[in-house]
């Protein structure tokens, strides 16, 4: 699948504690089904593994939804759709997902981690890591071409019908989580902020309020007039989609559409929320930051 290549493993720079060590299915008891079906052709069941001190589920059928509401008295009535990364074969769920939705709660944002359904990988970890390092192989010996939208959105219908259904409930349930409707926004890593675009450009109903992609390709989109403001954070030394141009920002500029975006000196792919000596990790207070100046932090009427 061309996406798993084009938005490869999220993995951080430092390799302490890379291999990947099996653990059981945590429980997930405030996990909401969204309803988008089981993901055919996958007979393995979903498998977690614990690797740079952090948890990746992969095989996942079954996509879910988990609420992290902020305390009553600090609610803003903005929330965030939050899609870890992990090349759509695995995802980055404590790192790119209920860290950084515990941080947003922090600041007032309901949060929700959406679990994305996966391209099928094999079931035992030996062949796991076997069929991930044979992929990194091909990506390092024959560089494909940068992904187009049109090739990325018929490859993606099952993580975009996934992604429209987070804010479709979302919606649903606006009241009973003291969400504005209209202040729901989306933020991806690597792999999620793929997703994270192809919902903004071409997930129909989602419409999302703001989206932030953080080291995720650069490459030029066709950006439509109602597009949402976009923020977007990177390393320069990412060794999958630094040096490639910065396309994306100046498609977004050209559409007279709002677009921030650092460009850090270091921080390698997949720095998340892990701390670091990097300025890399200023990218969620400035994230923060940017949803305050376009309003998002102020209690909604």
Not at 100 to 112: C, E, H, N, T
Not at 257 to 275: I, K
Request: with cysteine; net charge neutral; proline share 9%.
């Amino acid at each position: 699948m061309m996406v798993g290549l084009a938005c490869s493993i999220a993995t951080p720079a430092h390799a302490q504690n890379d291999k990947m060590v099996p653990v059981a299915v945590p429980d997930q008891p405030n996990a909401i089904v969204l309803g988008t079906g089981k993901l055919p052709g996958n007979a393995a069941p979903e498998s977690w593994h614990r690797q740079y001190e952090k948890l990746f589920a992969r095989n996942v059928t079954v996509a879910t939804l988990t609420p992290f509401l902020p305390d009553p008295a600090k609610a803003n009535g903005t929330a965030v759709v939050v899609a870890p990364g992990g090349g759509f074969r695995t995802l980055s769920m404590e790192n790119e997902g209920w860290d950084v939705a515990r941080a947003l709660a922090d600041r007032g944002v309901a949060a929700f981690v959406l679990k994305y359904r996966l391209v099928p990988t094999p079931e035992s970890m030996p062949a796991f890591e076997k069929s991930m390092a044979e992929m990194f192989a091909g990506v390092a010996s024959a560089p494909r071409p940068p992904m187009t939208m049109e090739s990325a959105v018929p490859q993606l219908a099952p993580q975009i019908a996934d992604s429209r259904a987070a804010f479709a409930l979302i919606r649903k349930r606006a009241g009973e989580w003291h969400v504005n409707p209209d202040r729901i926004g989306m933020v991806g890593f690597s792999a999620g902020a793929m997703l994270t675009l192809v919902t903004a450009l071409a997930g129909e109903d989602a419409k999302p309020a703001f989206i932030g992609t953080i080291y995720g390709p650069l490459a030029a989109v066709k950006v439509p007039a109602d597009a949402p403001p976009i923020f977007v954070a990177l390393a320069a030394d990412d060794p999958l989609f630094a040096g490639k141009g910065m396309d994306l920002i100046e498609s977004w500029t050209a559409a007279k559409r709002p677009a921030e975006f650092h460009l850090y000196e270091q921080g390698g792919h997949g720095f998340g929320m892990y701390p670091k000596e990097t300025t890399s990790t200023g990218w969620f207070d400035a994230f923060v930051k940017w949803m305050g100046m376009h309003g998002m932090l102020k209690p909604a009427q």
